[in-house]
T-cell receptor, first 113, second 114 residues
Framework: GENVEQHPSTLSVQEGDSAVIKCTYS??????FPWYKQELGKGPQLIID?????GEKKDQRIAVTLNKTAKHFSLHITETQPEDSAVYFC????????????FGKGTKLSVKP | KAGVTQTPRYLIKTRGQQVTLSCSPI?????VSWYQQTPGQGLQFLFE???????NKGNFPGRFSGRQFSNSRSEMNVSTLELGDSALYLC?????????????FGNGTRLTVT
C-alpha cells in the first residue's frame, strides 16, 4: 500500500544551526505535500506545504523542496530557535484527495540553547 | 476566527462500551476529516466528510463510523471498544474537499480504553 517514510526519527541541533528532515513517498499520484508541527498536548499545525507543480517553496526560515522524479521531499529550517523544538510530520495526499493524507512517523526536533 | 474544536478533550471508557466524539470545524469549512494518532502507528486516516457525505474512508473496521451534519459539525462513533482503540483522535477541517486548501487540526480527544 501507499507509504511515507520519514528520517531521521530524532534530531538534535544547536540554536542557530540548520535542521533538515527528509521524506519519501510511494504513490505516484500524490500531488500535495504538507508539513506539520506538533507540540505537546496540541494537534498538528500546518507550517508549510508544496504542490507537485512546484519544486521549492520558502516561508521565512522554513523551506520545502520536492523532487517528483525521485519521490522525495525535504523540510529545511534555518537559524533554529528553542521554540522550534517539536515533532514534525511530513505527509502526502493519496490520489487527488487532500482529506486523505498519509503521514510519516514524525521527527522529534530538539533545539539546544 | 475560532479554530477546530473537539470535545471532550479526555475520555476514559471500558472495553465493550461505545463512544461518540464531537468536532466543530472552522466557520465556513465544509470538509471534516478524522485521524487516529498512536505512538506505534502514527497518524492514520479514518474518514472524510464533505456536505454530509462520506468522501473517503481509511482502513479501519466497521466499528468506526462517522457522520456530518448540515452545519458541517461532525461526530465519530466507535462501538464495542477494544484496548487497542486507545489513542488521540484528531479532527481536521478545510474549506473544500480535494487538494485545494490545507487541513487545520483540532487539539484532539484523548481516548483511554481500560
Amino acid at each position: 500500500g501507499e507509504n511515507v517514510e520519514q528520517h531521521p526519527s530524532t534530531l538534535s541541533v544547536q540554536e542557530g544551526d540548520s535542521a533538515v528532515i527528509k521524506c519519501t513517498y510511494s504513490d505516484s499520484a500524490s500531488n500535495y505535500f504538507p508539513w506539520y508541527k506538533q507540540e505537546l498536548g496540541k494537534g498538528p499545525q500546518l507550517i508549510i506545504d508544496i504542490r507537485s507543480n512546484v519544486g521549492e517553496k520558502k516561508d521565512q526560515r522554513i523551506a520545502v523542496t520536492l523532487n517528483k522524479t525521485a519521490k522525495h521531499f525535504s523540510l529545511h529550517i534555518t537559524e533554529t530557535q528553542p521554540e522550534d523544538s517539536a515533532v514534525y510530520f511530513c505527509a502526502a495526499s493519496i490520489g487527488g484527495s487532500q482529506g486523505n493524507l498519509i503521514f510519516g512517523k514524525g521527527t522529534k526536533l530538539s533545539v539546544k540553547p | 476566527k475560532a479554530g477546530v474544536t473537539q470535545t471532550p478533550r479526555y475520555l476514559i471508557k471500558t472495553r465493550g462500551q461505545q463512544v461518540t466524539l464531537s468536532c466543530s470545524p472552522i466557520s465556513g469549512h465544509r470538509s471534516v476529516s478524522w485521524y487516529q494518532q498512536t505512538p506505534g502507528q502514527g497518524l492514520q486516516f479514518l474518514f472524510e466528510y464533505f456536505s454530509e457525505t462520506q468522501r473517503n474512508k481509511g482502513n479501519f473496521p466497521g466499528r468506526f463510523s462517522g457522520r456530518q451534519f448540515s452545519n458541517s459539525r461532525s461526530e465519530m462513533n466507535v462501538s464495542t471498544l477494544e484496548l487497542g482503540d486507545s489513542a488521540l483522535y484528531l479532527c481536521a477541517s478545510s474549506p473544500q474537499t480535494g487538494v485545494r486548501s490545507p487541513l487545520h487540526f483540532g487539539n484532539g480527544t484523548r481516548l483511554t480504553v481500560t
